[in-house]
């Protein structure tokens, strides 16, 4: 069945630093979608990408699907501590979550 | 325009005991979505369900749970004879159409079970 496999699992950055985490599915996806979890809290949706090569930016955040709709990343320029979380990817069918990064932001 | 609810908010269990947890989705969305999620763990999809129908159960474990969409009323997930391992966060989400159109789901706060 369809995996998505998340990297890395945790990152610790001091606030000012960027980040970034990568999302690979073992199958061709026709969308991502892309949350974040505050500790303690539940997951919030925060963009889908469909278009093969799609990027879009909220902000400091930048979301890119890869050409053959198999991977997707999240970049964070410039981390706050409002940043600290969980951010999942996932695929379409089922909305097969992500192993999610966990990102600790260090004041 | 309330967003996805889910209650209790916490359900404390002994073993052997049974389990109701609730989910009201928001206001016109007809599909219903839960996950379950250990500790320090990524989510994973239990059960996808229609109003009245169950349309994708392959998550959810054959025996104790089961999980229903009534016409009228919340989706409700039960689990029967709880066990230890059965202490997680659940969470329900909704979304306004089905899981391969291009519709974000909307979680709710989820039930943190605990079973003594």
């Known amino acids: 069945g369809q995996q998505v496999m998340q990297i890395p699992q945790y990152q610790h950055v001091q606030e000012g630093e960027d980040f970034t985490t990568y999302c690979n599915s073992s199958?061709?996806?026709?969308?991502i979608q892309w949350y974040k979890q505050r500790p303690g809290g539940h997951p919030v949706f925060l963009i889908q990408?469909?278009?093969?090569?799609e990027v879009k930016k909220q902000k400091r955040l930048t979301f890119q699907f890869g050409e053959a709709k198999k991977n997707s990343s999240l970049h964070i320029t410039a981390t706050q501590t409002t940043d600290v979380g969980t951010y999942f990817c996932a695929g379409p069918d089922k909305l097969i979550f992500g192993t999610g990064t966990r990102l600790q932001v260090f004041p | 325009n309330a967003g996805v609810m889910q209650n209790p908010r916490h359900l404390v269990r002994r073993r052997g005991q049974e389990a109701r947890l609730r989910c009201s989705p928001m206001?016109?969305?007809?599909?219903v979505y839960w996950y379950r999620q250990l500790p320090e763990e990524g989510l994973k999809f239990m059960v996808y369900l229609q109003k009245e129908n169950i349309i994708d159960e392959s998550g959810m474990p054959k025996e104790r749970f089961s999980a229903e969409f009534p016409k009228e009323g919340p989706s409700i997930l039960r689990i029967q004879q709880v066990v230890r391992g059965d202490s997680a966060a659940y969470f329900c989400?909704?979304?306004?159409?089905?899981?391969?159109?291009?519709?974000?789901?909307?979680f709710g706060d989820g039930t943190r079970l605990s079973i003594l």
């Open positions: 199958t061709t996806l026709s969308n």
């Open positions: 989400a909704s979304s306004l159409n089905d899981r391969l159109s291009n519709q974000p789901q909307h």
């Open positions: 206001k016109g969305h007809s599909h």
């Open positions: 990408l469909v278009k093969s090569g």
